[in-house]
């Protein structure tokens, strides 16, 4: 694609919000608590503006998310084409060739965003997009009420890992504080996301435990979830978010890895890792991206390929970064 991207200052960014009338929003594939609640509140905060907006996206919303969730007054043509927290247009899965060239506008914090969209909205110093739309909702005058709060706060925390990450700033708490002014269900949400997980993910996580491999003198653990994993634990590709954080816990290691298998011969790969490894660095060298700390990508062929490809790409960082390489 050879059009142009304008770059917004929040300004910029303000006044187009206030010209234009009725929006679609757009969230990346497989949605997460970022993209959903960053889109959810965007929508919310432009309706008290007398603005129209409907959500969007080409999955399923997982049901843990029904909290903050409400889809009335859809019903009218969209005008304008918002896309959050979606670094790639190749993220909109099936909505990708419907929208092609159409995305007026992006509101993003990955670093790695191929500016695919007309204009592009990017704070990479963001730990969750939920930030960038707290500050335009707040520089727009919007009013916040419950819902949007509990939908920004569902955004930074599950982007920081419970404001855990190294991503997190002064200014992140800064928003989860105004959120908190405002009343949101904080301890609530935490519980959903963080302490609360299905019997058939624990079961899954068994299994996927029981196959862990480290390489590199265990600098790097890779976690595969297999198709008949899946199927064996009744757990579907809605459930299998966080597997890569799992290897966080482990001592030593400073490139976590999953390999989610979405299609026979094909996967989902995503890369958690530790200074001085820089994730987004690797899943670009496997054609995809994202942050420093947790980035991602697909690759198609048979497990045994991909993860030997996902490991050769891990150890050229590891050369890189002369993260202290041993053979293994
Ligand atoms: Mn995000």
Redesign the pocket.
């Known amino acids: 694609m050879s059009n142009v991207c304008e770059i917004l200052t929040l300004a910029d960014l303000c006044a187009f919000l206030k010209e234009n009338n009725n929006y679609v929003i757009l969230t990346h594939v497989a949605p997460?608590g970022?993209?959903l609640g960053s889109a959810y509140a965007l929508k919310y905060g432009l309706e008290t503006l007398n603005k129209r907006a409907q959500v969007v996206c080409c999955d399923k919303i997982p049901h843990k998310y029904n909290y903050f969730i409400e889809d009335s007054n859809v019903d009218f043509a969209p005008e304008c084409v918002i896309a959050v927290?979606v670094a790639d247009i190749k993220l909109l899965g099936d909505l990708h060739s419907q929208f092609e060239g159409k995305i007026d506008l992006c509101i993003d914090?990955h670093i790695s965003n191929t500016k695919y969209a007309k204009r592009l909205y990017l704070d990479a110093d963001a730990s969750?997009?939920a930030e960038c739309v707290f500050e335009i909702l707040d520089e727009l005058g919007a009013t916040f009420d419950r819902k949007t709060a509990n939908a920004l706060y569902t955004?930074l925390s599950t982007?920081t890992g419970c404001f855990k990450y190294a991503s997190v700033t002064e200014k992140t708490h800064k928003i989860a504080a105004k959120l908190y002014t405002i009343g949101v269900d904080a301890a609530e949400i935490n519980r959903i996301m963080f302490d609360t997980k299905s019997k058939n993910r624990l079961e899954l996580e068994k299994l996927v435990l029981e196959k862990a491999e480290y390489h590199f003198g265990d600098k790097c653990m890779v976690l595969s979830v297999t198709s008949k994993m899946q199927k064996k634990t009744g757990c579907d590709l809605t459930e299998l978010e966080g597997v890569a954080s799992m290897s966080r816990s482990v001592e030593g290691v400073i490139a976590g890895v999953s390999i989610k298998q979405v299609a026979k011969d094909k996967f989902k790969i995503s890369m958690r890792t530790y200074d001085p490894l820089d994730a987004s660095a690797i899943c670009k060298e496997l054609g995809g991206g994202g942050h420093k700390a947790a980035a991602g990508c697909a690759l198609t062929g048979r497990l045994s390929t991909v993860k030997a490809q996902i490991l050769a790409a891990v150890k050229n960082e590891m050369e890189r970064k002369n993260a202290g390489l041993t053979t293994n």
């Open positions: 997460d970022d993209t927290d914090h969750a997009a955004g982007d």
